[in-house]
């Protein structure tokens, strides 16, 4: 039981901390190049949440022969995908908006964690 909850507490965390870095941070652009998806991945992380604390919290799909290495598995992931953001996140910088958004002086970035890894 105790795997859920330290999922559960990275999770809340990790959403918490995101919610203060990005506090205040707006797109300077008013042109809204964002076609939507933003609102699709809105929709399906609120959804979800609660369906994964429902799973984490309860027998129901749990595989019991695996349960700890499945579970260890999914939260080494939490954690590598949680600091990939957050590096691509500090390394754009003022160039990172959560929608896309094009800015009159852009620049493709081309250092720190784009110097290896690129949306195509």
Same mark, same amino acid.
């Given at each position: 039981?105790?795997?859920?909850?330290?999922?559960?507490?990275?999770?809340?965390?990790t959403?918490?901390?995101?919610k203060?870095?990005?506090?205040?941070?707006r797109?300077?652009?008013?042109?809204?190049? /964002?076609?939507?998806?933003l609102?699709?991945?809105d929709?399906?992380?609120?959804?979800?949440?609660?369906?994964?604390v429902?799973?984490?919290?309860?027998?129901?799909?749990?595989?019991?022969?695996?349960?700890?290495? $499945?579970?260890?598995?999914?939260?080494?992931?939490?954690?590598?995908?949680?600091?990939?953001?957050?590096?691509?996140?500090?390394?754009?910088?003022d160039?990172?908006?959560?929608?896309?958004? $094009?800015?009159? /002086?852009?620049?493709?970035?081309?250092?720190?964690?784009?110097?290896?890894l690129?949306?195509?």
């Amino acid at each position: 039981m105790i795997l859920p909850v330290i999922a559960t507490v990275i999770f809340a965390v990790t959403f918490v901390a995101e919610k203060i870095m990005l506090w205040g941070h707006r797109p300077r652009s008013e042109k809204n190049w /964002d076609r939507s998806s933003l609102w699709v991945f809105d929709v399906s992380g609120f959804l979800s949440v609660p369906a994964g604390v429902f799973l984490g919290f309860t027998n129901t799909g749990r595989i019991h022969t695996a349960y700890i290495l $499945i579970s260890l598995s999914g939260i080494v992931m939490m954690l590598l995908g949680t600091t990939l953001r957050w590096l691509a996140i500090l390394t754009l910088r003022d160039y990172f908006t959560v929608n896309v958004t $094009i800015f009159e /002086d852009h620049q493709i970035v081309k250092h720190g964690l784009y110097k290896y890894l690129r949306h195509p």
